[in-house]
């Protein structure tokens, strides 16, 4: 299932790495699994976001961030 790196950019980058430096998750990894069960339970899909107010922030690897 998890075969090859999931790069996420734009503003949920900007979420993912939030809430792993204010210690509510260990890893990338875990927000990912969180938020697919967390948008699963309430019927919610989001899509990516391209606009140029997070354009400039670095893009998150899911796998690579230990």
Known sequence: MFDK???I???HSFYMDELKNKGLFKRHLDIYIHSAII???Y???SKSDKTSEYSSYKPTNIFLSR
Do not use: E, L, P
């Open 5 to 7: 790196n999931i790069k």
């Open 43 to 45: 019927g919610r899909v």
């Open 9 to 11: 950019s734009g503003k």
């Open 39 to 41: 948008g699963f339970h």
